[in-house]
């Protein structure tokens, strides 16, 4: 048989669309199992009260306000220092070979392994620094875990603003540091909000980094200081599903889907707020 | 013309960007109330000269520099503040360069910056500024569209009135019609006479024939070196130098 | 006043420019110091080759071996599947969906990077690993297979993604050129389009064997962590990163078990570190 081009081309296209869907039905499957068997968990009190009988019954309020604060603590740590350093590097630093250096440096530290980041953070912040396993090392570690994503977007939507409107408003006399906060900052915010938000989304999302430095296995109470140590839903989900025995079905899915939920809806906003900008964009 | 003041001096002046030497020991002396073209073909330097009037140059990496340039007898490196430098000399760049704001705030971005909050003194610079470069007429009712829906000779006519509006005493133009139609060409070219009073002009521009029209003297650069300045009418009429009337007759450029 | 404000802004950032510097150069430093400390008790080529993970045994033994070869078997199975799927659905992103189709695709993709991967380790253990198990009829579901399977679907988002923005960046006119000597679509594609993109698709493979490498909790969760030498696919074997995340929580502060999971750190930290400088590295070589 003598190879038709056409026909070919009807195979290759039928086995890219197999493809596609190959990998994207798990999402459907996943997303659509846990809200499944999870929903019916779900209720103000499983929200709100705190786990009882070693976590095989009550909620998961402590892991969820645990979640909270290192979101927050992440927060107050990494975004001033990463976009101020990702304007510092686009905006200030020298373009010599440290400078870029630094700039790949900070690039493929976005890729190195959260358990690594995890191992840093004890390191450095519970034993070194003597801060113990607590709020406040958890926070710290996966500050400088999401610290490489903040700056790299950050100097990304620094870098997409043109270059002519910097030299437009010097040109007009106009400081340097006020041409960065009315001629540059303003058209990069909307890039510079997305990569908060995605960092947001993977803090309250990781597992690894906390094991060691903030996570509780069981602590039936809030945190009373950043100096406590708290429950997070991750770590939470992870010790239900494999280290507690008989857990309750439903109580194993209610927890993925609350977080699911919560890093989900954030990566929405991302998202919405992304193609926002794409419309909006002028120049 | 009425001999005048000094304004701007430029004494000896090399530039480099790392191993290019782009300017060759510039020496000129630029006049009060003057429309001094700058004519040449590409990379000859005039672009790199006007930068360097309003140290815009300083945003490359590896520029640098030796010689002097004067802005009322201050060496603009060492006497002047470089906000009030660049204050004091406009630029109207090749492109339009509408920031993405309307057309009111445009024109306000300068005066705000440099601390006039004031909606009654803003809104009479918008106009004051705006009616200077003919566009008032044009734009009067839309001042709070934004400035990128204007067409690309309004957008032109707007970044002129952005730069009368810090009220400068020079206005470098760098090549300010290469991407406009005639009519626009010829707005802007109207305003730059009528403002001749007022302030000290420089052109950069690859138009020979718009040196010719507007400019009181006009310089010629070739690959980095002033070959030639004299008035228009002579260096157009009887260049002294023969690269400049190569230049001039369309032999190479 | 206010050029006292800007003279603090400006500081301010410096100062923040700085820090993030120092960070990244404690990192390096912090790592390199505890992981170092190992190699005063043990030599490294004992440490890089010893085929036995026994760190609270007496003597103990720190081979990481088995989990370099258990890393390497879940990487190498995830790739085999990842790529050819990631790229053949990055081709029919970029170059046959409708634009509607397009966006839902691309978001649905997306998704799947924003899944905490812990949640779908449960996943893996609470639907896979027993399917597995039960059609493979093998003693455990927690294989190296299951891994595997797991990490194809999360090195999916970076490997669609990136590939598809390289196949989206070749000029049309490349493809047009095709088209008008007569060639297919199929062929353009093929022939053209992904010659074109060859080098971000080499870094799209890259960041996804990054991803995959890095991946700790999935895998742990439907691995089964058994330090041995793996001899198949369907086996239990423990990677590099599980290791850490399981063992980190008991040791004792600056013994030698925790000096020697810092020195896996290093590991770790150097291959994804090439890897991402390799995929750097293409994606300039691209743009140049």
Redesign the interface.
Same mark, same amino acid.
């Given at each position: 048989m003598k190879p038709n081009?056409?026909r070919?081309?009807r195979i290759? =296209?039928t086995? +890219?669309?197999i @493809? /596609?869907v !190959?990998?994207?039905l798990? &999402? =459907?499957f996943?997303?659509f199992? *846990?809200i499944q068997k999870g929903f019916s968990a779900i209720s103000w009190e499983f929200l709100t009260s705190i786990p009882k009988m070693g976590m095989r019954e009550g909620g998961i309020f402590p892991a969820i306000v645990g979640t909270l604060y290192l979101v927050l603590g992440t927060l107050i740590f990494a975004l001033?220092?990463?976009v $101020? #350093?990702a304007?510092?590097?686009t905006e200030?630093?020298?373009?010599?070979l440290l400078t870029r250096l *630094?700039k +790949?440096?900070? *690039?493929?530290?976005?890729? &190195?392994?959260?358990?690594?980041y995890?191992? $840093?953070g004890?390191?450095?912040f519970v034993? $070194?620094l003597k801060l113990g396993a607590s709020i406040l090392a958890g926070s710290l570690t996966l500050g &400088?875990m999401v610290?490489p994503i903040i700056?790299t977007t950050s100097k990304e939507a620094l870098d997409s603003v043109?270059k @002519? $409107?910097?030299? &437009?408003?010097? @040109?007009?006399? !106009?400081?340097? %540091?006020?041409t960065i906060r009315? #001629?540059v900052l303003p058209?990069a915010l909307p890039g510079i909000l997305t990569g908060i938000i995605l960092a947001i #989304?993977r803090a309250?999302?990781?597992?690894?980094p906390i +094991? =060691?430095t903030v996570a509780a296995f069981y602590l039936p109470k809030l945190p009373h200081s950043v100096f406590d140590q708290a429950m997070a839903l991750?770590?939470h +989900?992870?010790v239900i599903? /494999?280290q507690v025995p008989n857990v309750e079905?439903k109580i194993?899915y209610g927890t993925?889907l609350v977080?699911?939920m919560i890093?989900?809806s954030?990566?929405l906003a991302a998202?919405i707020l992304r193609s926002q900008f794409r419309k909006r964009k002028? %120049? | 013309m009425v001999e005048k003041g000094n304004k701007l001096n430029a004494r000896s002046l090399n530039i480099w960007f790392g191993t290019i030497y782009a300017l060759k020991k510039i020496t000129i002396d630029i006049l009060e109330n003057e429309i001094l073209s700058i004519i040449g073909p590409a990379n000859s330097g005039k672009s790199t000269f006007l930068r360097a009037l309003n140290r815009l140059n300083d945003l490359n990496s590896d520029f640098h520099f030796e010689g002097n340039i004067f802005l009322d007898g201050k060496d603009i490196y060492r006497d002047i503040s470089i906000g009030e430098l660049r204050k004091k000399i406009g630029m109207v760049f090749a492109l339009p360069v509408p920031l993405p704001l309307s057309v009111f705030e445009n024109i306000a971005y300068g005066p705000r910056r440099h601390g006039i909050q004031d909606q009654g003194r803003l809104s009479e610079i918008v106009e004051r500024t705006l009616t200077a470069a003919y566009l008032w007429d044009e734009v009067k009712d839309r001042l709070h569209t934004s400035a990128i829906k204007l067409s690309g000779g309004q957008q032109q006519r707007l970044c002129l009135a952005r730069t009368l509006a810090v009220e400068p005493d020079i206005i470098l133009y760098d090549e300010p019609c290469s991407s406009l139609d005639p009519i626009s060409t010829a707005k802007i070219e109207e305003a730059m006479l009528r403002f001749k009073h007022k302030y000290t002009q420089i052109l950069v521009t690859n138009n020979t024939k718009q040196a010719a029209r507007v400019s009181d003297r006009t310089a010629f650069f070739l690959m980095g070196e002033l070959v030639e300045l004299d008035l228009t009418e002579n260096m157009f009429t009887c260049p002294a130098r023969k690269e400049t009337n190569d230049y001039l007759s369309g032999r190479f450029g | 006043m206010k050029h006292f404000k800007e003279f603090l802004i400006e500081k301010v950032i410096w100062f923040c420019g700085v820090t993030s510097i120092v960070i990244v150069v404690l990192i390096f430093i912090f790592l390199l110091k505890e992981g170092l400390s190992l190699f005063k008790h043990v030599n490294l080529v004992d440490f890089l080759f010893g085929r036995k993970w026994y760190p609270i045994s007496d003597p103990p033994h720190f081979g990481i071996f088995p989990l370099v070869l258990g890393s390497l078997t879940v990487t190498l199975g995830a790739t085999v599947i990842a790529v050819p799927l990631g790229i053949a659905s990055a081709i029919y992103i970029a170059e046959i969906a409708s634009p509607r189709i397009k966006e839902i695709l691309k978001s649905g993709i997306e998704m799947i990077a924003a899944i905490p991967s812990v949640v779908i380790g449960f996943i893996g253990m609470t639907t896979l690993v027993p399917f597995i198990k039960h059609y493979l009829n093998l003693p455990t579901g927690l294989t190296a297979f299951s891994g595997a399977l797991m990490l194809a679907f999360m090195a999916m988002p970076t490997i669609v993604s990136i590939a598809e923005d390289a196949i989206t960046a070749v000029p049309h006119k490349y493809k047009e050129a095709a088209l008008a000597l007569g060639a297919t679509r199929w062929q353009a594609i093929w022939r053209v389009v992904l010659r074109a993109a060859s080098s971000g698709i080499v870094a799209a493979i890259m960041l996804g064997i990054g991803r995959v490498i890095g991946e700790t909790m999935a895998v742990m969760m439907v691995t089964g962590n058994a330090a041995h030498i793996p001899e198949s696919l369907f086996e239990p074997v423990r990677t590099m990163t599980a290791t850490i995340a399981a063992e980190m929580g008991e040791t004792v502060q600056h013994s030698e078990h925790y000096f020697a999971l810092f020195a896996i750190g290093i590991v770790l930290f150097i291959i994804t570190f090439i890897i991402n400088l390799i995929a750097d590295l293409s994606i300039h070589r691209h743009r140049e």
């Open positions: 081009p056409y070919t081309e290759a =296209f086995l +890219l669309l @493809s /596609t !190959v990998i994207i798990p &999402v =459907f996943i997303v199992i *846990i001033p220092l990463g $101020f #350093s304007i510092y590097l200030y630093a020298q373009d010599n *630094i +790949l440096a900070i *690039i493929n530290l976005a890729g &190195v392994p959260s358990v690594v995890g191992l $840093f004890l390191g450095i034993i $070194f &400088v610290l700056i043109p @002519s $409107f910097r030299e &437009v408003s010097l @040109s007009l006399g !106009v400081s340097k %540091w006020q009315y #001629s058209h #989304s309250a999302g990781e597992t690894a +094991l =060691f991750p770590y +989900l992870y599903s /494999t079905v194993r993925a977080l699911m890093v989900l954030l990566n998202i002028k %120049w | - | -």
